[in-house]
T-cell receptor
């Protein structure tokens, strides 16, 4: 079975400073991993995905994530936070053997202060 | 850019009533999904649908739930007799291939 653990339920950063959202995964297979973002009253938007190609994955809005198999981690980073980055972020794993079922982490709420 | 749409955005219903939540996926998507998020909890998988049949379902998706894609565009989730614990945000998603899914904005279901 696969699962993801998001290590922080809330992260507060100042505008212009780096953002780090931590995620560890557990999977019996070589997983597909995703980060989704949910802005208030909006749907879930795909930020980036890892599917066993390059371990450093670049996504939209300046976000990137690095897949580290030895640490079973897939942390999300952004060099400089913007006010519009305030949202909830979900680390998600998909079992390649399933029909695409996504397993969500509990989410990390990001607050950006001026 | 095409988007997944869901209607209604908010549905209030009484316990025991039937509800139908509707989704219009992106036209070239082949795999379809329903998820739900109870307030304060994780997003949970309910069901996947491919080639006009259920391909996988969770233990949550019991006989009270059903899905169909009657006309090749709309994708619906029906709850036959709603319970208080069905109150949640329901998300529809679609994909061209397994894995990378595009989500709708959700329907908030409130059961009173």
């Amino acid at each position: 079975a696969q699962s993801v653990t998001q290590l922080d339920s809330h992260v507060s950063v100042s505008e212009g400073t780096p953002v780090l959202l931590r995620c560890n995964y557990s999977s019996s297979y070589s997983p597909s991993l995703f980060w989704y973002v949910q802005h208030p009253n909006k749907g879930l938007q795909l930020l980036l995905k890892y599917t066993s190609a390059a371990t450093l994955v670049k996504g939209i809005n300046g976000f990137e994530a690095e897949f580290k198999k030895s640490e079973t981690s897939f942390h999300l980073t952004k060099p400089s936070a913007h006010m519009s980055d305030a949202a909830e972020y979900f680390c998600v794993v998909s079992d390649p053997g399933s029909w695409g079922k996504l397993q969500f982490g509990a989410g990390t709420q990001v607050v950006v202060t001026p | 850019e095409p988007e997944v749409t869901q209607t209604p955005s908010h549905q209030v219903t009484q316990m025991g009533q039937e509800v139908i939540l509707r989704c219009v996926p992106i036209s070239n998507h082949l795999y379809f999904y329903w998820y739900r998020q109870i307030l304060g909890q994780k997003v949970e998988f309910l069901v996947s649908f491919y080639n006009n049949e259920i391909s996988e379902k969770s233990e949550i998706f019991d006989d009270q739930f059903s899905v169909e894609r009657p006309d090749g565009s709309n994708f619906t989730l029906k709850i036959r007799s709603t319970k208080l614990e069905d109150s949640a945000m329901y998300f529809c998603a679609g994909a061209v291939m397994r894995g990378e899914q595009y989500f709708g904005p959700g329907t908030r279901l409130t059961v009173t």
